[in-house]
């Protein structure tokens, strides 16, 4: 399966929700005046949108219309997915990794799928041929190693662990060592994420950070901020947090597969632009896909 019938399976039931009510907008209107733009402004919020995106996408349209003279509800289908598009573009989704080694950082709260996003970008890095090696920096408990471990023997990639409750900066340091003496390609490091101490956890990025930072100065460094699809607007919430404790690169956002609001995916694009870099449709190795606007938006509408 391509990328295509892949997001398009993944997402079935943002899909079905969407063009159910959209259909319902563009067909049912012959023409498309004030209750046009208000009933698709309610679908996309529907979607998952935000209010504050769904509106700026509805006014864009508006914008597009008037100055093109569409007439066709038909053909503001058409002028929407092309915004719609726009409003995901908002930067490069391809990894930064060229250096040898370079890091990707993976954080995010508790149970949003960090682990498992990083045992599938270290099976599509490894099948690319790469040396991966994953670093264990969530010692809160020590079942998260294991997870990551079971991860790192399935897809061929190496690990670096200490015992549970160890400071995770110096996993992170032991793992880098590790790296540049084993000719790693790429670093991820995996980390706990206890939002509820926000203090302690930005102590903590900054501390993993700053390691990173003083052992590879010149590497590539992604930092990829992992939310929950099915948590809808409150993971814009958990995202503006941790935008203000790290420096995020990237979103990927998870179990997509789970829900009818898949529209989260251009909510966040709008108000944090951020490129969102990977989706997950899965619990699955493959079940994560690269993510493309033009591609998803298609699958979507
Ligand atoms: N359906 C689905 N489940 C997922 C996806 N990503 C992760 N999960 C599941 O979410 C749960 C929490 O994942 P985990 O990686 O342990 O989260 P972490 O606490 O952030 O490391 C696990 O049961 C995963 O299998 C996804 O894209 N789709
Ligand atoms: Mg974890």
Known sequence: MGFFDKIKAGMSKTREALSNTLDSV????????DDFYDELEECLILADLGVDTAAKATQRLRQVVKEKHLKD???AKEALKKILVWMLEVGDVDLKISTKPSVILVIGVNGVGKTT??????TQLTKEGKNVLLVAGDTFRAAAADQLQIWAERSGAGIVRQHEGADPASVVYDGIQAAKARGVDVIIIDTAGRLHNKTNLMNELNKISRIVERELPEADKEVLLVLDGTTGQNGLIQARQFQQIAGVTGVVLTKLDG???GGIVIAVCDALQIPVKFVGVGEKADDLMPFEPKDFVEALL
Do not use: L
Request: no cysteine; aromatic share 10%; net charge neutral.
């Open 73 to 75: 509800p038909a053909e």
């Open 259 to 261: 829900t009818a609001k």
């Open 26 to 33: 563009f067909s049912g209107f012959s023409q498309i005046d």
């Open 117 to 122: 996003t990083i045992g599938k970008i270290a």
